[in-house]
């Protein structure tokens, strides 16, 4: 999951501070560690965090055909959090935040 996650933040385009607070904030040297596969224990608070990520990444596959389009989504303003990007409101660093993004997309997608 740690893999597919980190994979995804290629893909957004995060550096790595992003990137780091996205999963708890994380140390950076930790991350960069993790960026070569040398993965540690995985807590509560980051599986969730993992969940999350991987649940906003396949909303945004099931809602835009063109994945690059879907990628480009989380950097772009958004009306309906403020004409903020998804990324800056999951920057806010606190679990809820993804949370709250992934069940804006769900929504979106009409759920389950």
Known sequence: MLRAVLSL???WQLTDEQASKL???????TYQRWKTQHYGRVGVDLAARLSNLLGIHK???VLFADANRGYGWI???NK???N???????LHGQLTDLMRVRRYLNAQRGGW
Do not use: N, T
């Not at 903020?84 to 999951?90: F, G, K, N, Q, R």
């Open 84 to 90: 903020v990007s998804a990324l800056e409101i999951m």
């Open 75 to 77: 950097k772009r303003p």
């Open 80 to 82: 309906d959090f403020g």
């Open 59 to 61: 909303a945004l596959r």
């Open 9 to 11: 933040f290629d893909r």
């Open 23 to 29: 999963l708890g904030d994380v140390a950076k040297r």
